[in-house]
């Protein structure tokens, strides 16, 4: 990143996002406070919690070297040799910034880990390795062949071989994996050109971070002590850079439109990263209650640092077990610093996405006891294969598996979950073999995905068991008693039947990001009816609460593992609701803690009999709010 030349005294009056300014109409009430009339406010999408105040500091980004000189004059084997000392000084980079994660926020390393992961797994023997190595035989220069080749790897993951156009999460997953590609030829780049990486040496302290864009490993660089709040005039929510700035727990705001239009250095901005709002040059009257909101913001996050070891028992006595999700692996040693008592939901499809191959028993059970094993005496609930809809998996397709073929228009109402692990039962076998050799390293429970019918839980039950004979016949160890076996509840017709299904498994999950999306005919991974998906809609929440009754009524655990687990604003309603048990992303764990400590269970009972009276969302959204307030 270098200073940009953007800096200019002159004031655009006009900016595409500007929004209507209270500080404005505040200054006039009071007549008295004259620099109100400069106030200006911006509306962007909340990527990071938290309220900041701080002079602006606008940075560009640093263009990419480009390799000026493609056709190379040394040997194919120099060229080998300098892209091989570029693929070592990035390593030790990326190794020192491993070193540093232990320096930041629990939820930084929990979201950072995992990317570093995937830098340093492109950096050893791969894809691009080979793909490099073959350009440089062919003559180009080692920056040459690495520019070219991980940009044809980014535009494979952006345009797939079939042509057709991504969507959503799909969409965003693909753009998230191009960007790793570039980053880390950019990395190689700069190091064989021996380009120095640039730092933000010139940053004041307390500045608000300015840009256009930036990229995440510059995110993943900055130094959350330094910098007061981030705004961005680009950017997705999904984007690594957002997911970096949320770990680090710097308030940003991205997607600011106009922001930067005659935006002077040193200019005054007032950002909560929680409502998206920034201000520039705030009149005294709203800087003042910025401060306000600072320092309340700066003693939340010591008292959530201080919760890890504490209990997560209501105030009323309760207790409640949050445990977390996992996606991946390397997000193991992070999930246990979060505080979660165990894993509420392994989703295998990771195993998978990327594969050429399918992963064979040894090579799932090697991933699943190693999560139980790193758990100790913490459950771990692992979900078989989850896939259809619109995840796509060359190993699958190539061996006939397709949840989206052609003739199926509505791939989520397709071959999803055990409908496909039915139709394919040797995949079934192969993953409760996996899991049933991995539980006897530690406490197990087995989930089914996308449950619509009992004869589908009879029928994964009737392999699961004869697979467990098959092992024991054959001497290996496995969990004794069998692990429980449980189902999602993941659409209307799992929950309206809850009761019946209730009887065929050893528990229930809830999973409220399908259950809403199938509730209310919403596709989750839209853009364009995103503001129609909605999980406190009536619909889902009284699906919800006759779910806990029904498992209440066959005295059968329930949790919930969808996103709204997570979102402490919703936690006293689940409570409410009856739920003792909510699996979340790890870094929502703290927060989520705080609520529960700070919850008397009668109250929250009573908030959702409110809420569950109410018939309107924006109700209960306010009911909620008010509940926080207290
Ligand atoms: C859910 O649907 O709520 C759930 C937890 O499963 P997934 O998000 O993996 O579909
Ligand atoms: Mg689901």
């Known amino acids: 990143m270098t200073r940009s030349s953007r800096s200019s005294t002159a004031r655009s009056p006009a900016e595409g996002a500007h929004v209507a300014s209270p500080g404005r109409r505040r200054g006039a009430e009071s007549g008295s406070e004259s620099s109100a009339a400069t106030e200006r406010q911006f509306q962007g999408e909340p990527v990071s919690p938290g309220f900041a105040i701080g002079p602006a500091f606008i940075t560009g980004e640093d263009p990419t070297p480009e390799p000026d000189n493609c056709r190379s004059t040394l040997s194919p084997d120099q060229e080998r040799e300098r892209f091989s000392e570029a693929v070592g000084r990035s390593i030790t980079q990326l190794t020192k910034l491993r070193g540093k994660l232990a320096l930041l926020p629990e939820e930084s390393q929990v979201e950072i880990g995992p990317l570093l992961d995937v830098y340093q797994r492109m950096l050893g023997p791969s894809r691009l390795q080979r ?13 040459a062949a690495v520019h070219d080749e991980t940009e044809a790897l980014a535009r494979v993951m952006l345009v797939p071989p079939d042509g057709e156009k991504l969507r959503g999460e799909d969409a965003a997953a693909a753009e998230r994996r191009a960007g790793e590609f570039r980053e880390v030829g950019r990395r190689l780049i700069r190091n064989l050109m021996r380009t120095p990486f640039l730092a933000l040496g010139q940053f004041p302290d307390g500045a608000v971070l300015v840009a256009e864009t930036l990229r995440p490993a510059d995110a993943a660089l900055i130094d959350p002590s330094r910098v007061a709040a981030v705004v ?23 997607a600011v439109h106009g922001i930067l239009n005659g935006l002077a250095e040193g200019t005054t901005l007032v950002i909560d990263g929680d409502t998206g709002r920034v201000i520039c040059d705030p009149a005294p009257k709203t800087i003042r209650q910025a401060r306000r909101h600072v320092s309340a913001y700066a003693r939340e996050r010591q008292q959530l640092g201080r919760l890890r070891r504490l209990s997560s028992r209501m105030a009323s006595g309760e207790k409640i077990q949050l445990q977390a999700n996992l996606e991946l692996p390397a997000e193991l040693p992070l999930i246990a610093q979060s505080g979660a008592a165990g894993i509420g939901l392994l989703r295998t499809e990771f195993l998978f996405i990327n594969a050429e191959t399918l992963p064979d028993e040894a090579a799932q059970y090697e991933i699943y006891s190693g999560v139980v094993s790193a758990m100790g005496s913490d459950p771990t609930t692992i979900r078989v294969l989850d896939w259809g809809g619109e995840k796509q998996s060359e190993a699958l397709t190539r061996i006939g598996f397709s949840g989206d073929d052609e003739d199926n228009e509505n791939p989520a109402l397709g071959l999803r979950g055990i409908r496909l692990l039915l139709l394919h039962p040797t995949l079934l076998e192969t993953q409760f073999a996996a899991i049933l050799r991995a539980s006897a390293k530690g406490p197990v429970q087995v989930l089914l995905p996308m449950i619509t019918l009992a004869g589908e839980i009879v029928a994964a039950r009737e392999i699961y068991e004869r697979v467990a004979r098959r092992l024991k016949r054959k001497g290996v160890e496995i969990g004794d008693p069998l692990p429980p076996l449980g189902a999602m509840i993941e659409t209307p017709a799992a929950a309206l039947t809850a009761e019946a299904l209730a009887r065929y498994v050893d528990f229930l999950a809830i999973g409220t990001n399908d259950l809403t999306m199938y509730t209310l005919a919403t596709d989750r991974a839209s853009a364009e009816v995103a503001s129609l998906y909605d999980p406190l809609h009536p619909a889902v929440l009284t699906m919800i609460s006759g779910v806990v009754t029904a498992a209440l009524h066959e005295r059968k655990p329930v949790s919930l593992c969808g996103e709204i687990a997570g979102d402490p604003r919703i936690t006293p309603l689940l409570i409410g609701l009856g739920l003792r048990s909510l699996s979340m992303t790890a870094s929502a764990v703290p927060r989520v803690k705080q609520v529960v400590r700070s919850s ?11 809420i569950l009276a109410e018939t309107e969302g924006e109700e209960i959204r306010r009911l909620l709010e008010e509940f926080r307030e207290g």
């Not at 793909?131 to 920056?143: F, K």
């Not at 269970?601 to 908030?607: I, K, N, S």
């Open 232 to 254: 961005l005039e680009n950017g997705g929510t999904t984007g690594h850079t957002a997911i970096m700035l949320r770990a680090l727990g710097i308030p940003s705001v991205i």
């Open 131 to 143: 793909g490099v190595m073959s350009r440089i035989d062919d003559g180009l220069t080692a920056e």
């Open 600 to 610: 008397r269970y009668e109250d929250c009972h009573r908030l959702a009999r409110r």
